[in-house]
T-cell receptor, first 109, second 113 residues
């Protein structure tokens, strides 16, 4: 079983819509959960970082972690064309990051 | 905002040649990492480095790979004898401590001919 699984997409939504991106993970020992955004030919850029179940909000972005079902979500409100990118969910084992394969998101103007 | 910088942005090398990829981590960070991303695949951990020694390495990081922090600012990844399958994006990351998120550079695209 893969440690972090994501639907690769692509996911296309109209500008202004709410976007929901999801991930599952396999190991209940994972402690920290992250969402990174990656534009083409760029490095992963940290969006959200959390270590507890529940919601964490930052502007238009909300990260949600459900440790009982090993499920991670990222919600983007009022989506913009500039949000078009690949979104990587990630967790850690010791101090190394384990990434999902990423979901490609297209926001249509 | 401080950032991790990597050079060169693109490196083209003949198979069998040595290559050195360079990184300047964020200045107050103490933990350093290399990851790679083969085209179309996930970002994979290669190695972590702390207090001038390797903390952990993946099975990808074989004897052809080495890392070094030659001075107070640079962190390098050397591949001794490159293979075609080493072609990938290589990302450097750093963090101030293990409980904080890692920050990534924009990567070096390595193309082996």
């Amino acid at each position: 079983q893969k440690e972090v699984e994501q639907d690769p997409g692509p996911l296309s939504v109209p500008e202004g819509a709410i976007v929901s991106l999801n991930c599952t993970y396999s190991n209940s020992a994972f402690q920290y959960f992250m969402w990174y955004r990656q534009y083409s030919r760029k490095g992963p850029e940290l969006l959200m970082y959390t270590y507890s179940s529940g919601n964490k909000e930052d502007g238009r972005f909300t990260a949600q972690v459900d440790k009982s079902s090993k499920y991670i979500s990222l919600f983007i409100r009022d989506s913009q064309p500039s949000d078009s990118a690949t979104y990587l969910c990630a967790t850690n084992r010791d101090d190394k990051i384990i990434f999902g394969k990423g979901t490609r998101l297209h926001i249509l103007p | 905002e401080p950032e991790v910088t990597q050079t060169p942005s693109h490196q083209v090398t003949q198979m069998g040649q040595e290559v050195i990829l360079r990184c300047v981590p964020i200045s107050n960070h103490l933990y350093f990492y290399w990851y790679r991303q083969i085209l179309g695949q996930k970002v994979e951990f290669l190695v972590s480095f702390y207090n001038n020694e390797i903390s952990e390495k993946s099975e990808i990081f074989d004897d052809q790979f080495s890392v070094e922090r030659p001075d107070g600012s640079n962190f390098t990844l050397k591949i001794r004898s490159t293979k075609l399958e080493d072609s990938a994006m290589y990302f450097c990351a750093s963090t101030v401590n293990r409980d904080q998120p890692q920050h990534f550079g924009d990567g070096t695209r390595l193309s082996i001919l």
